[in-house]
């Protein structure tokens, strides 16, 4: 028998590369038993340096193209009979493409799923963050500009997916054509793990939400500098975790960042465990969960894990400045500076650290990770239901 294949295709846009991770979480064999789905990578055209830096292979499926001009992109988005265009663009120049994806007139979807919590500062840390931004024009003005022409010359989509109540209030919203009520894809996750027995490490540990900060690519993508530097970072972070471990009988394992290179620097890990690509198994099997701003929060909140926050005196002085600060106390929960030099007296050797706010929990759920009432279902499922409908 032969097999007809659907004529019908969805396209991915991309610009911060495509790797076996992303196969995965834009649920490319999910979309496939439908339709047929093509990645278009525009990373090394919008986003060349970025692109020069990229540490992860690309997974070159069926479907992937790279696209790196205007030519390429006609070609792939003509002679086709595409149903929907799915925005992962990031780069400053995203707007300029979407307006060409929109004026041949093709569905475009955005997923919206904001799993940070809102940056509510202090007034003192306002003015801190004020005194810092004197000594960094550059950078706030970039930001400024980027914005503006992301949200002046491009604000249309047709369909909006939303995972979380709080996405409600985007101003994408009043605009869209329909908004797709759903989840994050982080629940995706949490679904098909939640039932399986894990069993990483033998002894109880702690899990570090790592984000590879003095190294990440994603400062090269902005054109900024890290929030850290690698010679301060982590000899401070190694005297914390040298400490918990003391003070809580807990060891500390590295959930290491999808794009960190620990094998090619192993000497700041000093010794200690870290795996790639199982974040959600390792804070599934944890005691406490370690982070300072990682999006992988979800999986701490979904599975019922305590977290504790990590900031640095440098991280204080960065962009982000006191985001960690504001995020302990939207969670009420812990907070140390891994500079602090009084760290000993203060990491407590009691229940303290598995203790939770559970109503914020509860919060932080409904407004960031998955809608009320939506099926348990994955996703993709739920947007394919909605742009079949």
Not at 195 to 208: D, G, R
Not at 359 to 378: D, G, Q, R, S
């Amino acid at each position: 028998m032969i097999k007809i294949l659907n004529e019908t295709t969805i396209i991915i846009l991309t610009d911060i590369g495509f790797s076996k991770r992303d196969y995965e979480r834009f649920g490319i064999e999910i979309l496939g038993k439908k339709h047929q789905v093509e990645i278009l990578d525009l990373t090394e055209w919008l986003s060349p340096n970025y692109w020069k830096v990229y540490p992860e292979k690309i997974f070159k499926c069926l479907g992937y193209k790279k696209i790196l001009n205007y030519n390429d992109l006609e070609k792939a988005i003509s002679s086709k009979k595409i149903i929907n265009v799915v925005d992962y663009l990031s780069s400053e120049e995203a707007y300029s493409i979407l307006n060409y994806i929109k004026k041949r007139k093709l569905s475009l979807t955005k997923v919206l799923s904001g799993f940070l919590l809102e940056n509510k500062r202090t007034p003192w840390e306002f003015l801190h963050k004020l005194f810092f931004l004197c000594f960094k024009p550059k950078i706030l003005f970039k930001k400024m500009i980027a914005r503006l022409k992301k949200n002046i010359f491009f604000s249309f989509y047709d369909y909006l997916v939303v995972g979380g109540e709080k996405e409600m209030n985007n101003f994408l919203i009043k605009k869209a054509k329909k908004v797709i009520k759903s989840h994050s894809l982080d629940y995706d996750l949490f679904l098909s793990l939640k039932e399986k027995k894990i069993s990483i490490n033998p002894k109880p540990y702690a899990v570090f939400l790592d984000q590879n900060i003095p190294f990440h690519p994603g400062a090269v993508f902005r054109g900024e500098k890290p929030k850290t530097t690698k010679e301060k970072y982590f000899p401070a972070l190694n005297n914390f975790f040298t400490l918990f471990e003391q003070k809580t009988g807990l060891e500390v394992i590295f959930a290491a960042h999808p794009r960190s290179q620990y094998d090619l620097y192993p000497e700041f890990l000093y010794g200690r465990k870290h795996f790639v690509l199982k974040t959600p198994e390792l804070i599934k099997d944890s005691k406490v969960v370690l982070l300072h701003t990682s999006t992988a929060l979800s999986f701490a909140i979904l599975f019922n894990k305590p977290i504790i926050f990590l900031t640095s005196n440098e991280y204080q002085k960065s962009y982000d400045d006191f985001r960690i600060n504001s995020y302990s106390r939207s969670m009420n929960s812990l907070l140390f500076n891994i500079d602090d030099k009084n760290l000993n007296s203060k990491i407590p050797n009691n229940n303290k650290i598995y203790s939770f706010d559970k109503a914020k929990y509860v919060k932080y759920k409904n407004n960031y990770i998955k809608f009320p009432e939506t099926p348990e279902k994955n996703s993709w499922d739920i947007f394919l239901d909605n742009i079949i409908n």
